[in-house]
């Protein structure tokens, strides 16, 4: 148990639909993080958001939509995804995730096995 | 980023002691070195993080010569729940906290 919970665990969905991962810490971090990680691939870092305001965006196709409502909850909404959006989905949260900050250590939650038929 | 190089995967028997080497010859003087281990269906998880030298915990030792370019990461002893996937990871951690995630080592514990 790493204090980040996310849900649901998992997640078959068609092409047309919407739908939302849901991520909260109970750790009193600051910065949260979506990772997207296919089979056979490293994690692919999706976005950050630090103090609920986003600092990264890596590119992500806009049928990802991030929200971070509060520092403790972040959402992730999907819609007309793609078979190749499979994966698990991982949430994390750290200390800090401003540039200014030392090494934090991330924690993981458990993430989200979604399929996409 | 430094870039990293690792063995894509290695075996072990239980009882033996694992080294895992990690390349990072373009290491930046203010880069740390940290793993992370994953077991499958799940999220990562900190093992150990270091600067230079020898750093020790409860879980593992990591041992970094002294011109930086590569670490190693060593597992005592090891059973079957240590059967999991290790990441090196190497930045200078005061930007936003991102970290890059290489291909990893897939460690194989056997009985």
């Known amino acids: 148990e790493t204090g980040v919970t996310q849900t649901p665990r998992h997640l078959v969905m068609g092409m047309t639909n919407k739908k939302s991962l849901k991520c909260e810490q109970h750790?009193?971090?600051?910065?949260m993080y979506w990772y997207k990680q296919s089979a056979k691939k490293p994690l692919e870092l999706m976005f950050v958001?630090?103090?609920?305001?986003?600092?990264e965006n890596n590119s992500v196709p806009s049928r990802f939509s991030p929200e971070c409502p509060n520092s403790s909850h972040l959402f992730l909404h999907l819609h007309t995804l793609q078979p190749e959006d499979s994966a698990l989905y991982l949430c994390?949260?750290?200390?800090?995730?401003?540039?200014?900050?030392?090494?934090?250590?991330?924690?993981f939650g458990p993430g989200t096995r979604l399929t996409v038929l | 980023l430094a870039k990293t190089t690792q063995p894509i995967s290695m075996d072990s028997y239980e009882g033996q002691e694992v080294n895992i080497t990690c390349s990072h010859n373009?290491?930046?003087?203010?880069?740390?070195i940290t793993w992370y281990q994953q077991f499958p269906s799940q999220g990562p998880r900190f093992i150990i993080q270091g600067y230079k030298t020898k750093v020790t915990n409860e879980v593992a030792s990591l041992f970094i010569p002294a011109d930086r370019k590569s670490s190693t990461l060593s597992l005592p002893r090891v059973s079957l729940s240590d059967t999991a996937v290790y990441y090196c990871?190497?930045?200078?951690?005061?930007?936003?906290?991102?970290?890059?995630f290489g291909q990893g080592t897939e460690l194989s514990v056997k009985p």
């Open positions: 373009n290491i930046a003087t203010n880069d740390y």
């Open positions: 994390a949260s750290s200390p800090s995730g401003t540039p200014s900050s030392s090494y934090n250590e991330q924690f």
């Open positions: 750790l009193g971090h600051n910065a």
């Open positions: 958001y630090s103090l609920e305001e986003r600092v």
């Open positions: 990871l190497v930045g200078r951690y005061n930007q936003g906290g991102k970290l890059i």
